[in-house]
């Protein structure tokens, strides 16, 4: 009995040490859980490094040159869409950015594209608004896609920012590849597609007497 007597406490005293050995196992074990996971890393990308043919001269002044974004564009996301399987919904990849708004890049690549001659006295010179309403890689079929941009442009008088000429624009080409990447490429190119077009149509609005185009931008 003596000896039963002394081994109870050393045995209490074990017991209660595995007990909060293994209280703080758990603990520590819920405090690794509870630290923030490391967002997965994502790729961004833009439309490269200009390598297209130089600033082509326009025969009157456009004082400012702006893209908006529609505002389901006015992220980094990348859109693409299923044609095929689900029509109306859109999708965004989840590993792959644009380095900046959609908007801006093409803004961006506007401005390189085009000089103008210098505007009058009294800071006149159009202005030339696009408003951006689709910028998404399509997927007509299973490994089939295609890159899809289309935009409104408008010419607008100095000061008053009374319509001039307005025209709406849809450019696409095909994808390389059915993933990102390859949306990418396609995109980069309707871009390059859509600032040629757009070019064309305003020099040739100063080709038509009616528009008066020089005498209302101030050249």
């Given at each position: 009995?003596?000896?039963a007597r002394?081994e109870g406490?050393a045995?209490?005293?074990?017991?209660v040490?595995?007990?909060?050995?293994?209280?703080?196992?758990?603990?520590?074990?819920?405090?690794?859980?509870?630290v923030?996971?490391?967002?997965?890393g994502?790729?961004a990308?833009?439309f490269?490094?200009?390598?297209?043919?130089?600033?082509?001269?326009?025969?009157?002044?456009?004082?400012n040159?702006?893209?908006?974004?529609?505002?389901?564009?006015?992220?980094?996301?990348?859109h693409?869409?299923?044609?095929?399987?689900?029509?109306?919904?859109r999708?965004?990849?989840?590993?792959?950015?644009?380095?900046?708004?959609?908007?801006?890049l093409?803004?961006?690549?506007?401005?390189?594209?085009?000089?103008?001659?210098?505007?009058?006295?009294g800071?006149?010179g159009?202005r030339?608004?696009?408003?951006?309403d689709?910028?998404?890689?399509?997927f007509?079929?299973e490994?089939?896609?295609?890159?899809?941009?289309?935009?409104?442009?408008?010419?607008?008088?100095?000061?008053?920012?009374?319509?001039?000429?307005?025209?709406?624009?849809?450019?696409?080409?095909?994808?390389?590849?059915a993933n990102?990447?390859?949306?990418?490429?396609?995109l980069?190119?309707?871009?390059?597609?859509?600032?040629?077009?757009?070019?064309?149509?305003?020099?040739?609005l100063?080709?038509?007497?009616?528009?008066?185009?020089?005498a209302?931008?101030?050249?």
């Amino acid at each position: 009995m003596t000896g039963a007597r002394r081994e109870g406490p050393a045995m209490a005293r074990k017991s209660v040490s595995g007990i909060l050995l293994a209280v703080s196992a758990v603990l520590a074990l819920a405090a690794c859980n509870s630290v923030p996971k490391a967002a997965p890393g994502y790729a961004a990308h833009d439309f490269g490094l200009p390598d297209g043919p130089p600033a082509r001269q326009l025969p009157f002044p456009i004082r400012n040159t702006e893209v908006v974004p529609a505002p389901w564009l006015a992220s980094t996301a990348m859109h693409y869409r299923l044609l095929y399987a689900q029509p109306t919904r859109r999708q965004v990849f989840v590993e792959n950015r644009w380095a900046a708004q959609p908007a801006q890049l093409i803004e961006l690549t506007i401005r390189r594209s085009m000089r103008t001659a210098d505007p009058a006295l009294g800071g006149s010179g159009c202005r030339l608004r696009i408003d951006l309403d689709e910028f998404a890689q399509v997927f007509d079929a299973e490994g089939v896609s295609r890159g899809v941009v289309e935009a409104r442009a408008a010419l607008l008088a100095p000061r008053s920012d009374q319509l001039i000429a307005t025209r709406a624009f849809s450019v696409a080409r095909p994808a390389p590849s059915a993933n990102a990447v390859g949306g990418v490429v396609a995109l980069r190119e309707a871009v390059t597609r859509l600032k040629g077009e757009l070019l064309d149509w305003l020099e040739g609005l100063d080709a038509d007497p009616a528009s008066r185009v020089r005498a209302r931008c101030g050249a």
